[in-house]
């Protein structure tokens, strides 16, 4: 593709990089706008930046990881003064989305996410296992320094680890989506769509400001966009329902209030998990079925050509390779 080619020139390459570690930084200042302090240290229930830094080296390539690292700099550059025990939080910052996109090349890994495996992959490698890196490091490194007692290295390091982990989860599938768009939805669906925003708008803060705890009213809001919309519906219900929850926790109101920061920590990472794998598991799912049933319509569709080519006496036409019929998609164009 002629985008890709003029990304690979050095003036494409370095604007490139300039705004991943941009988007970078500026999902981080996002991600800094709701805190949470626990045992003294300050973490982000959820860490927007990991998504954005695993969604760039799924699109453009392993090559990216410096803007990474320069985005991950700016970050930190924004909260204290740098010393010499930033270069290991520099270090797990970038590692880790490396991590995760390696682990998922070596899975076969497709970014329309139309597989069950994609979705499980991107769960159990990008999120859980690869961020294991990030918050062990960082989490290590307060400690070393004093700055975290030792008793206070597990509940900081589960939050941290979740954070990082709910990035991934959230917002790595949305850019995936966006980058892959190519074309609006059909008028008439946009009828259903505005519908289930509108219900989203109405139904979601009230669950999660409510004193009696009625979060778990937003699950059959995600079933319906997934079932409707498939994964860009059930994505984006699940990003605004956990941005409201977030907030709602931050706050210590609804089903947050009188709990310890801890407790408010565990709830909302709980809830956050919990939707948000529901949102992509069952999305990616209904995904898999529809393109089956589609595969096996076309399969009919060319049996019936070949047996009326047959019963004619012409011998049948060649059948073309398709790319659904291709059990593993090539690595990105950007991937060295």
């Not at 970014?111 to 490698?125: P, Y």
């Not at 047959?310 to 036409?317: D, F, I, R, V």
Request: aromatic residues 6%; charged residues 15%.
């Amino acid at each position: 593709m002629v985008g890709i080619e003029e990304l690979r020139r050095p003036g494409g390459l370095a604007v490139q990089m300039l705004v991943v570690a941009a988007c970078y930084y500026g999902a981080a200042r996002l991600g800094l706008l709701r805190e949470l302090t626990v045992e003294g240290a300050v973490v982000t229930p959820i860490w927007p930046p990991t998504g954005v830094a695993v969604a760039s080296l799924l699109i453009f390539g392993l090559h990216c990881w410096p803007a990474i690292t320069l985005g991950a700099f700016l970050s930190v550059l924004s909260l204290t003064t740098p010393d010499i025990y930033v270069l290991g939080i520099l270090i797990g910052n970038t590692a880790a989305p490396v991590c995760a996109a390696l682990l998922l090349r070596r899975a076969r890994f497709r970014t329309d996410l139309s597989r069950l495996r994609d979705g499980l992959a991107l769960v159990f490698l990008a999120a859980l296992a690869a961020m294991l890196i990030s918050a062990t490091i960082g989490v290590g490194l307060l400690v070393l320094t004093g700055s975290l007692a030792a008793h206070g290295f597990w509940p900081v390091w589960l939050a941290w680890w979740v954070g990082d982990a709910m990035g991934v989860l959230i917002v790595t599938p949305l850019l995936l989506l966006l980058h892959a768009a190519r074309r609006p939805l059909p008028l008439g669906r946009w009828k259903e769509a505005t519908a289930l925003a509108v219900v989203a708008c109405l139904l979601v803060p009230l669950a999660a400001h409510s004193s009696l705890s009625l979060l778990f009213l937003v699950y059959p809001l995600i079933i319906w966009a997934a079932l409707r919309f498939q994964l860009v519906g059930s994505v984006l219900c699940a990003l605004f329902t956990s941005v409201i929850a977030t907030v709602a926790a931050t706050d210590g109101v609804g089903g947050f209030a009188g709990l310890s920061r801890v407790e408010v920590m565990v709830k909302l990472q709980a809830f956050n998990g919990a939707m948000a794998l529901t949102a992509l598991l069952l999305s990616a799912v209904i995904t898999e079925q529809r393109n089956t049933r589609r595969s096996v319509e076309k399969a009919c569709q060319e049996l019936v050509e070949v047996l009326e080519h047959l019963t004619a006496g012409e011998p049948p036409l060649p059948r073309p390779h398709t790319a659904d019929e291709v059990d593993d998609r090539p690595w990105p164009t950007g991937a060295p």
